[in-house]
């Protein structure tokens, strides 16, 4: 025998399914490491305490609840009362001369007060507007800041910029940031996952960039989850296909791409291979993350709503279920709170839609030691102005930029807090004026992430998720 054929007899004895097997559990290893070694932008991030912190972190996950389409802070928690006194009369023009309006501008106009009253909540004394009761029973636990400004005053640019923190589309958002500095506590599920709901006002629509990889690789961009039926598509296998032939084509398609790996050095491929891996995973993990029937019926009540109903509330309650399988950065979108038009009939319904949902996540949280090592962000894209729109019964907000409302709670935060103040028609945020920067460089902080440190090279240049801003904000913290 030849020593060709020597050696064509010996390559046919390994079978290509047995090289496969052994090769794939360092596969991905290889892969991820192929894809850290190769970019010097991504060390910045490998901070003093290993796992990507630069200081000892507050918290391992955050909950961003998103009120898409900008609720008013003065239907919520900024109470003027002074506003209230001058209900109808015109706006005294030092307020708005010369400064930039959305639709009202070049319209006459006139002061709308707060459409219902506030009282005081909790120990703290917290005004908070009624249309929100469960979220005024948990005064005590959530620190409002009442003095936020942004940049955009059109929906989709204001939704980038509170996203990416920046007006230019394509950058990366604060989820896939997180990701990129920290990575997944989950190896089962994506460790960036978004919901929507809808109802209460016109909605908003909310596009796939907001929860984009920009220019990070696409192992980092968000995984939106469907609130209603299956949340994932194609999660089971067709007729046919067993669990065992898929990991086998699996296995088969990543060797092919590590192949391709090691020829083109594309972090784009590595990204692939680990995707590959999750969504295999995930036809096991997903539907156990469905699978309500261990929850007892007091959660159900506590929530107010029934699993996979499509509503924010059940939302929220998978949004705790995501936090207690180890996902790192979980969205949740409400679209139903650009007011235009008709607010009094319009705000209490999306208040409805909300309230029950936010605070009972927020005691369930806290009632099973996650509170303290998560961070929850409730607040929409920018505010609503001190001015009407239209007239009468049907008068509504326009869009606000210079001043509104957020609040924060959890691991880090001081609850019962008021930070900042906008002016007696709650105009311009004036005690305390806080950025969408310094928003993300809180959120950083909390993390164990030094906001300065968390650097990316793209096109010549390190980007970061607060650019060249961010300043923390010292007085919600405990």
Known sequence: MSDSEAFKSIKAAVSRRTFLKRSLTSMGAFALGDLLASSDAQSAWKGTFGDGTHHLPKVKRVIHLCMAGGPSHLETFDYKPELERLNGQAMPESFTKGEQLAQLQGS????????????????CGMMVNEQFPHIGSIADDIAVVRSMYTEQINHDPAHTFMNTGSIIPGRPCMGAWTLYGLGSLSSNLP?????????????????????????????????????????????NNPDGIHHEAQGDLIDTVNQLNHMHLMESHDKEIAARISQYELAFRMQTSVPELTDFSNEPKHVFDLYGCQPGDGSFASNCLMARRLAERGVRFIQLYHRGWDHHGNIRQGFPVAAKHVDQGTAALIKDLKMRGLLEDTLVIWGGEFGRTPMSQGSGEGAGR???????????????????????????LGYSALENPTSVHDLHMTMLYLLGVDHKRLNFRFQGRDFRLTDVHGKLIKGILA
């Open 398 to 424: 326009d869009h606000h930029i210079k001043g509104f409302s957020i609040f924060l709670a959890g691991g880090g935060i001081k609850g019962g807090t008021v930070y900042g103040s906008t002016d007696e």
């Open 108 to 123: 006459k106009l006139n002061v709308m007060g707060p459409i219902s009253g506030f009282e005081r909540r909790g120990q």
């Open 191 to 235: 460790g960036y996952v978004v919901l929507t709901s809808v109802g209460g006002g016109q909605g908003q629509p909310i596009s796939s960039k907001q929860w984009h990889n920009g220019f990070l690789p696409s192992k980092f961009q968000g995984v939106p989850l469907q609130s209603k039926g299956d949340p994932v598509y194609y999660v």
